[in-house]
């Protein structure tokens, strides 16, 4: 069974960074794209980020360009979502979730970790 | 405002079918494949539909997908009140070089 975890969420105040972490059990992960999505309060789902299998490529959302870096580590099954600069905006659940062929089929989720950026 | 546009409801009574429309552009939908994910309170998203029309296993045949030029949309048949959720459609977008999500449909089960 395809399992996904993240943690890492907390409250901070803006200008602030996080790392969130996404550890990957009951697949072979280093063979999957993954990605980071989010869902602000009282908002949709919005794509942050994605990871080729090898880290070779990677693609974010526009917002967070400058500000948030994705990272994997292949041999520890994790993926990591660096934030830098942290804003208000910001403030969301984070899903961490398996990107099959890296176009948006997302066939597994986390449960998600909660990021609150206090201005 | 989103890069999809989804209607931000839709409602139905039980056995109904609905359907609920994703409309883009030639970019990505009309370029790229549809994604459609259930998505209720408190709850990791679901994933209903796969490239435009596959359903991944355990989604019951209720739930089925199409799509036409820069359109898609999901259709759910035999209503049932567990089905009361948000609905998602996404896509790769190439112009952008991400995936872009609709703002979601939000199902009511009258």
């Not at chain 2, 355990?58 to 209503?79: E, H, M, N, Q, W």
Request: glycine share 10%.
């Amino acid at each position: 069974e395809v399992k996904l975890e993240e943690s890492g969420g907390d409250l901070v105040q803006a200008g602030e960074s996080l790392r969130l972490s996404c550890a990957a059990s009951g697949l072979t992960f280093s063979n999957y794209w993954m990605s980071w999505v989010r869902q602000a309060p009282g908002r949709g789902l919005e794509w942050v980020a994605t990871m080729r299998e090898d880290g070779t490529e990677k693609y974010n959302v526009d917002s967070v360009k400058g500000r948030f870096t994705i990272s994997r580590d292949n041999t520890e099954n994790l993926l990591f979502l660096e934030m830098n600069s942290l804003r208000a905006d910001d403030t969301a659940v984070y899903f961490c979730a398996r990107d099959f062929y890296g176009e948006g089929f997302f066939d597994h989720w986390g449960q998600g970790t909660l990021v609150t950026v206090s201005s | 405002q989103s890069v999809l546009s989804q209607p931000p409801s839709a409602s139905g009574t039980p056995g109904q079918r609905v359907t609920m429309s994703c409309s883009g552009s030639s970019s990505n939908i009309g370029s790229t494949f549809v994604f459609w994910y259930q998505l209720l309170p408190g709850t990791a998203p679901r994933l209903l539909i796969w490239r435009d029309d596959n359903r991944p296993s355990g989604v019951p045949d209720r739930f089925s997908g199409s799509k036409s030029g820069t359109s898609a949309s999901l259709a759910i048949s035999g209503l049932r009140s567990d089905d009361e959720a948000d609905y998602y459609c996404a896509s790769w977008d190439d112009s952008l070089s991400g995936v872009v999500f609709g703002g979601g449909t939000k199902l009511t089960v009258l």
